[in-house]
């Protein structure tokens, strides 16, 4: 059975300062990834997501993440934080039931 | 295009009562999402609908139920409400039946049971 597990549910970084936040995955199949985040009180927006093109996915709003088969990793970075990019990040992995099995969550922090 | 509306945004019930909540997706998306996110156990599946035919089931009990209908909107019905219910569910649509397609969520329904 697919996973998805991302490291820390809450992490903080100063304003400026690089974005890195894991998520590996467990899959049998090659795997569909993606990234959502969640601002307080709505739902869910794709920041970017992985479908076996290119192992460098650009997103939105300056995030990007790479696909790492032999680490099974997907983590999602940014260079340089913004206040406006505290919110809840979810990683995701699509399994061939067209299921997204979510990892729990990271809380991003931006102190000022 | 408008984006997935999701009504009622907020309700309030009592254990034992019964709930329906409705989700418009995005004009031509043919495929309907639910899932329930909580505190405790994060985002996850309840159903999936694609044409009007449930294609995928969560792991919930029978209580949770949906449909869809011929214009792609879908409801979702709890019965007997129990306090653990309690929870932000959200649907999402995506065009068509392929999982890279990426999913688009509706802001949710805060659903509190008392």
């Known amino acids: 059975a697919q996973s998805v597990t991302q490291l820390g549910s809450h992490v903080s970084v100063s304003e400026g300062a690089l974005v890195l936040l894991r998520c590996n995955y467990s899959?049998?199949?090659?795997?569909?990834l993606f990234w959502y985040v969640q601002y307080p009180n709505q739902g869910l927006q794709l920041l970017l997501k992985y479908t076996s093109a290119a192992t460098l996915v650009k997103g939105i709003n300056g995030f990007e993440a790479e696909f790492k088969k032999s680490e099974t990793s997907f983590h999602l970075t940014k260079p340089s934080a913004h206040m406006s990019d505290a919110a809840e990040y979810f990683c995701?992995?699509?399994?061939?039931?067209?299921?997204?099995?979510w990892g729990a969550g990271t809380k991003l922090i931006i102190k000022p | 295009k408008a984006g997935v509306t999701q009504t009622p945004r907020y309700l309030i019930k009592t254990r034992g009562q019964q709930v329906t909540l409705s989700c418009s997706p995005i004009s031509g998306h043919r495929s309907v999402s639910w899932y329930q996110q909580t505190p405790g156990q994060g985002l996850q599946f309840l159903f999936e609908y694609f044409s009007e035919t449930q294609r995928n089931k969560g792991n919930f009990p029978g209580r949770f139920s949906g449909r869809q209908f011929s214009n792609s909107r879908s409801e979702m019905n709890v019965s007997t409400l129990e306090l653990g219910d309690s929870a932000l569910y959200l649907c999402?649509?995506?065009?068509?039946?392929?999982?890279?397609?990426?999913?688009?969520f509706g802001p949710g329904t805060r659903l509190t049971v008392l």
């Open positions: 899959s049998s199949v090659p795997p569909y």
């Open positions: 999402a649509s995506s065009s068509s039946a392929r999982n890279t397609d990426t999913q688009y």
């Open positions: 995701a992995v699509s399994d061939s039931n067209y299921q997204l099995i």
